[in-house]
């Protein structure tokens, strides 16, 4: 298999810049292309807030040759918190098919108007994103389905990565 061929050091660099590449689409996206983020959709960003400064760390370690140990234990919480982004995305596609209701509390996040005056004027100029329709795709997947991909992908490097750091440890002992 290829994962098993690269060293830990390549795969967590993999992971690294992949989970970067998918957050900096995601705000270009939002930025750049105008794409309101919904509710859920900002949820499944935080597994790439705390998973790349762990994956970050971990490589650090790996180009250090220092604490190989937790260099893994990084790796897999990395793994486990991308595993758990997947699982947000698969989610949020699957209540956009139509497959599973969606969260009943999204759409939008608007601040709170302090008047009346404020909330009418807020009605006007304030789009609604609804959790459960998809405002792109390609290739069939909206954002959320990206997401679970890129998601995916980099929780199996960072695997790969901690399973390839237990390989060599065993290897040496």
């Known amino acids: ?19 970067l590449a998918a957050i900096l689409t995601a ?25 790349l400064p762990l994956a970050l760390l971990a490589l650090v370690l790996l180009w250090k040759g220092h604490m190989r140990s937790l260099a893994m234990l990084l790796l897999l919480a990395v793994a486990a918190v991308f595993v758990y982004g997947a699982g947000l995305g698969v989610y949020q596609s699957g209540a956009e098919w139509g497959f599973w209701p969606g969260p009943v509390d999204c759409g939008g996040g608007a601040a709170i108007p302090s008047s009346a005056a404020g909330m009418l004027n807020a009605l ?20 959320a ?10 929780a199996l490097l960072a695997l790969a990565a901690a399973l390839g750091l237990r390989a060599r440890r065993d290897r040496t002992v």
Do not use: D, H
């Open 124 to 143: 006007k100029s304030t789009r609604v994103v609804s959790c459960t329709e998809a405002s792109w795709r390609l290739l069939g997947l909206s954002f």
């Open 1 to 19: 298999m290829l994962l098993s061929r690269l060293t830990p050091a390549v795969a967590t660099l993999l992971a690294f810049v992949g989970g």
């Open 145 to 154: 389905g990206w997401n679970a991909v890129a998601s995916a992908a980099v």
């Open 27 to 51: 705000w270009g996206f939002q930025i750049l292309g105008g794409y309101a983020p919904c509710k859920l959709c900002l949820e499944q960003r935080v597994p790439y807030y705390i998973g």
